[in-house]
Nanobody
C-alpha cells in the first residue's frame, strides 16, 4: 500500500505557474504507475496526467497538454506536477494517487488561479 501527501498548491495569477509535489511512503512506490487528478465543486474527480512506474512514459488530458508536465523521482519517493500557463479554469483541488486509483485518497492541495 502507498500513502500519499500532496503539497505545493497556492494562489497564482492567470499565466503563472505552480509546482505540485506528491510525497509517498511505502516500499511499492517505485513499482506502481501514478497519476495526478483534479476535482472541482460539483464535478467528479478526473485524471490530469499519468506516469508509468519508471517515468519513461507519460500521458495528459487534452486540456493540459503543452502546459503541465508530470515527473517522478523514485529514489525520493516523490512525484511532481509542473503547471505552467495556468488558467482560471485550472482552479481545483489536486490529488495524487496510483493509476488506476486506490480507494484511499489524500487531502489534496488546492490550486487557485485568478483571472
Amino acid at each position: 500500500q502507498v500513502q500519499l501527501v500532496e503539497s505545493g498548491g497556492g494562489f497564482v495569477q492567470g499565466g503563472g505557474s505552480l509546482r505540485l509535489s506528491c510525497s509517498a511512503s511505502g516500499r511499492t512506490f517505485s513499482s506502481v504507475h501514478m497519476a495526478w487528478y483534479l476535482q472541482t465543486p460539483g464535478k467528479e474527480r478526473e485524471s490530469v496526467a499519468g506516469i508509468n512506474w519508471s517515468g519513461g512514459s507519460t500521458n495528459y488530458a487534452d486540456f493540459v497538454k503543452g502546459r503541465f508536465t508530470i515527473s517522478r523521482n523514485n529514489r525520493e519517493n516523490t512525484m511532481y506536477l509542473q503547471m505552467n500557463s495556468l488558467k482560471p479554469e485550472d482552479t481545483a483541488i489536486y490529488y495524487c494517487n496510483t493509476d488506476p486509483a486506490m480507494d484511499a485518497w489524500g487531502q489534496g492541495t488546492l490550486g487557485t488561479v485568478s483571472s
